[in-house]
Structures are given as structure tokens and as C-alpha cells.
């Protein structure tokens, strides 16, 4: 079947790094997408990156990807409080039609 | 551009009853999607449109639901004689194609509570 993985939860203190991983399933996906959702909202796209690329840096959030790993992933830098929420990965697997294969997410959460 | 809009934000129904959510795109974008989200989940496909055309229905897209965007604009999700199954957020997208990223950007969802 087509599953995204995510590992569930991360923990870690304010004004550390977070990286969140993902493995994606489709090594044809054009692009890859990490979007955010607080508590009861809807999804906030952060970032996303193209196949043909190996990083993305977009202030304090750079996005890896190994396409021969089918491996992404999304680091935070200095991660604030704010930050607190579930992350996904997505993909837009290369199937005719350009709709999202999401992970379950991974919660992260920010301690003071 | 005020982003996509989804009405009603929340709603509590019984089951057998028929419900009707709303989105509204942001304005020139010619794709909409639907999705719904379960607790402890991610969004998972139902239903995609290319301006008016349904181009594409998910598996989880039972007959008791049905979808429309009859000018191309805001679209309606109706689900028939709901069942506590259904209860989850619906979420919407919309997107506009052939831009870089062919990035979806959604509303905030309605959340269907079925009793």
C-alpha cells in the first residue's frame, strides 16, 4: 500500500533544533510538502521542496531530501514554544492526479 | 486573496440525519479538494476537482456522499443518512495549477460530531 512514515512524537526544549523524518513512498513524486496544524485548525503549509533538489532553506526551517532513501526530512532551528504542534509530511504521489498522500504526523512539543 | 473558507466550523448531528458542508476557494484557484482527517490521523483523500469536472473519487467516498462545484467556484460535501463513522474533520484545499509547487493551501475544516 502507499504509506508516508513519520515517526509520532519529538521532544525538546526551547531554543534547541527539532528534525522531524519522513519516508515517502513514491520515488516519482514531484514534490514533497511539511505542513503544520495546531490544535483544532486546518493545515499551514510551511515549506515544500522539488525532486530535483537535495535542501531547502527557508529561514529557520531547511528541508533535506535523499530520494534514493525515499528519506525527508524538515529541521527547525532555535525551536520556540510556538512551534508546539503536529507536523506532516506529504506527497503527491505520481499517479495522474495531484492529491496529497499524508503521514499520520509527528507531534512536537516545546518545553521551556 | 482571504484564503479558503469553510462553513459551518463545526457541526453535531444525529445519525440518519443529512448534512452539508461548504468551501469556498481562494478566488482564481481552479482546483478544490476534499479531505477528511480522523483523531490520531492525517488528512486522507476523498475528493478532487478541476474548476466544475470531479476528476477524481477516493474508495472512501461512500454513495452516501456526494460532491459538487457546479461554477467552478465553492463547492458543498454532502453526506447522507450519517453514521457515527463519519463523524471526523472535513477539510478542504484548493490550489491552482500549473503554479510552482502545485501547493495546496486549506481551510480551517469542519468538524462533524455524529451522535
Known amino acids: 500500500g502507499e504509506d508516508v512514515e513519520q515517526s509520532l512524537f519529538l521532544s525538546v526544549r526551547e531554543g534547541d533544533s527539532s528534525v522531524i523524518n519522513c519516508t515517502y513512498t513514491?520515488?516519482?513524486?514531484?514534490?514533497l510538502y511539511w505542513y503544520k496544524q495546531e490544535p483544532g485548525a486546518g493545515l499551514q503549509l510551511l515549506t515544500y521542496i522539488f525532486s530535483n533538489m537535495d535542501m531547502k532553506q527557508d529561514q529557520r526551517l531547511t528541508v533535506l531530501l535523499n530520494k534514493k532513501d525515499k528519506h525527508l526530512s524538515l529541521r527547525i532551528a532555535d525551536t520556540q514554544t510556538g512551534d508546539s504542534a503536529i507536523y506532516f509530511c506529504?506527497?503527491?504521489?505520481?499517479?495522474?492526479?495531484?492529491?496529497?498522500?499524508f503521514g499520520k504526523g509527528t507531534m512536537l512539543l516545546v518545553s521551556p | 486573496d482571504t484564503g479558503v473558507s469553510q462553513n459551518p466550523r463545526h457541526k453535531i448531528t444525529k445519525r440518519g440525519q443529512n448534512v452539508t458542508f461548504r468551501c469556498d476557494p481562494i478566488?482564481?484557484?481552479?482546483?478544490l479538494y476534499w479531505y477528511r482527517q480522523t483523531l490520531g490521523q492525517g488528512p486522507e483523500f476523498l475528493t478532487y476537482?478541476?474548476?466544475?469536472?470531479?476528476?477524481?473519487k477516493s474508495r472512501l467516498l461512500s454513495d452516501r456522499f456526494s460532491a459538487e462545484r457546479p461554477k467552478g467556484s465553492f463547492s458543498t460535501l454532502e453526506i447522507q443518512r450519517t453514521e457515527q463513522g463519519d463523524s471526523a474533520m472535513y477539510l478542504c484545499?484548493?490550489?491552482?495549477?500549473?503554479?510552482?509547487?502545485?501547493?495546496?493551501?486549506f481551510g480551517p475544516g469542519t468538524r462533524l460530531l455524529v451522535l
Open positions: 478566488s482564481e484557484h481552479n482546483r
Open positions: 513514491d520515488s516519482s513524486s514531484t514534490y
Open positions: 506529504a506527497e503527491i504521489p505520481n499517479s495522474g492526479y495531484s492529491t496529497l498522500t
Open positions: 484545499a484548493s490550489s491552482l495549477s500549473r503554479q510552482l509547487g502545485e501547493t495546496q493551501y
Open positions: 476537482f478541476q474548476n466544475e469536472a470531479q476528476l477524481e
